[in-house]
């Protein structure tokens, strides 16, 4: 059967003869300062074109299934997670596909062993939001929180097996003692909050970083050496891990999807007074970071998407920084942006650009080629808030001049699902080809969640055809 999402972007490609004069004298590059109108910015050449594979596993009962995440590994292992379906009383709902999309599973929850379906436990139980990232030799890690927690999971042998398990890697002594001094007004006090919520992850040569949302103040990050040594772990003083729970200069809203590249090196971006900022710093000792702005902007949101930006980094060490940048409250009215960043010198100047649309943005999310240049971009544009949904899937590249300009934009899927809460994901395989994860649920609505029972509301989008991003080193697994 052709897939919704194929059959569009050949109506696309159709559509483009009669469309492609708005864009001027180029419909492969959006340049600075440019309008996009539905459906005339597909390069003409080799189009993407896209099939769209539904999360069998993931049922949807009482909670959950919102804001799902996506990766790829270099074996092309999909991996997909989502908020949990039982705040804090199941496992994570965590799912895993060997095939390209064509089937998928639960991931399991203690060695081989798997949660019977409908029921969600992709790791021991409890869970709540967690983000999944692949790792090597068929290794993937999972951060996810709870109230005063933030428990690590692992998974090897390509999902076949649950291989390392920490309930909670988070140095809840010493986010105690800064809650305290917070209280008392001492000078150690850096964190209002000190609350567990939003975890990210990244990982490259055997590090995983972790970035925690503490409520407010500055970032807190901290990395850990994986596989570790043990299956069960927990943290401790001696072998940690060591998280720094103040890093970077101020404090804003969320911290941003961070990254990391092969040698340690970090970036991760926080909204500021009005700045996207990166805080930056090597994963051997996350103690000692250091904070520059990336640029000026302003965000009238028209979804819960957050306004915390993303950083990522491509195999040539370019790395690319993106944060949505509508232009006014009444949706009806504004004109929708992306405001992009790229850095050739780890974040000590940046070269900017604005891409403008005639719509607001609703969600935008970037990975970095690891095999090559450029990133995969998705974004969302609506007519009205919590409306239906074009999500378009496109290549970051880093032009002559160095500014970021988007390609090979196709618009994947027509009058699909909101933004789904706060994250929505998007991902590059080893092959250069693009993913995106979506779902059915906005967020934890009671209405909503009574309409969407016993659906399943994942869906992945997964490119089949046309233009790829270029793979000069491809993953072995």
């Known amino acids: 059967m052709v897939s919704r999402a194929t059959l569009l972007a050949v109506g696309t490609l159709a559509a483009l003869g009669l469309l492609a004069g708005c864009l001027g004298s180029t419909t492969d590059d959006l340049e600075a300062g440019s309008t996009v109108k539905p459906a ?24 959950g299934l919102y804001e799902p995440t996506i990766d790829v590994s270099g074996s092309g ?8 379906t039982g705040v804090g009383t199941t496992g994570a709902p965590a799912f895993y596909s060997t095939d390209d999309g064509q089937s998928w599973q ?3 929850f203690a060695g081989p062993a798997t949660m019977p379906e409908p029921g969600h436990g992709g790791t021991p139980p409890p869970s709540d939001e967690i983000f999944i990232v692949a790792g090597d030799d068929g290794q993937a890690w999972g951060v996810d929180i709870l109230l005063a927690t933030f428990p690590v999971n692992g998974w090897c042998g390509d999902g076949a097996e649950h291989c390392y398990h920490n309930p909670d890697a988070y140095d809840e002594a010493r986010a105690q003692t800064s809650r305290a001094d917070a209280i008392t007004g001492a000078d150690e006090a850096c964190s209002p909050l000190n609350l567990n919520d939003r975890p990210w992850a990244a990982y490259a040569n055997d590090t995983l970083l972790m970035v925690n949302n503490p409520g407010g103040g500055p970032v807190q990050v901290a990395a850990m050496d994986v596989p570790p040594a043990n299956y069960v772990e927990t943290w401790n003083p001696v072998q940690g891990p060591t998280w720094n729970l103040c890093a970077g200069e101020g404090g804003g809203s969320i911290p941003g999807i961070p990254d990391l590249h092969d040698d340690g090196f970090f970036a991760v ?14 994963a051997d000792d996350v103690m000692d970071v250091e904070q520059r702005s ?8 028209v979804s819960a998407i957050g306004n915390y930006g993303q950083v990522v980094f491509d195999e040539q060490d370019t790395m690319f920084a993106s944060a949505m940048n509508n232009s006014a409250a009444e949706p009806q009215a504004s004109a929708g942006g992306i405001h992009l960043a790229t850095s050739t010198d780890r974040a000590q100047t940046f070269t900017e650009n604005t891409i403008r649309f005639d719509r607001p943005v609703s969600s935008v999310y970037i990975d970095g080629n690891e095999n090559g240049p450029g990133a995969v971009i998705n974004w969302g544009l609506v007519e009205e808030e919590s409306g239906p949904t074009d999500w378009y899937l496109g290549h970051l590249r880093m032009a002559e001049d160095g500014t970021p300009v988007i390609e090979n934009a196709t618009l994947a899927v027509e009058d699909g699902p909101p933004a789904s809460r706060h994250v929505q994901g998007a991902a590059v395989g080893p092959d250069g080809r ?4 979506m779902s059915d649920v906005e967020g934890n609505d009671d209405v909503e969640m009574a309409q969407n029972a016993g ?20 993953a072995d697994g």
Do not use: C, K, W
């Open 434 to 437: 693009a993913y995106m994860v």
């Open 294 to 301: 990336v640029f000026e902007n302003s965000h009238e949101p």
């Open 106 to 108: 639960q991931l399991p």
């Open 455 to 474: 659906s399943t509301p994942l869906t992945v989008v997964v490119q089949e055809e046309g233009s790829a991003l270029p793979v000069t080193d491809a």
């Open 40 to 63: 005339v910015d597909v390069g003409p050449d080799n189009p993407m074109s896209f099939v769209e594979s539904r999360v069998t596993p993931a049922v949807h009962f009482g909670h």
């Open 77 to 84: 292992v999909i991996y997909v997670s989502a908020h949990t």
């Open 269 to 282: 971006p926080q909204t500021q007074d009005g700045d996207l900022v990166v805080v930056t710093g090597n």
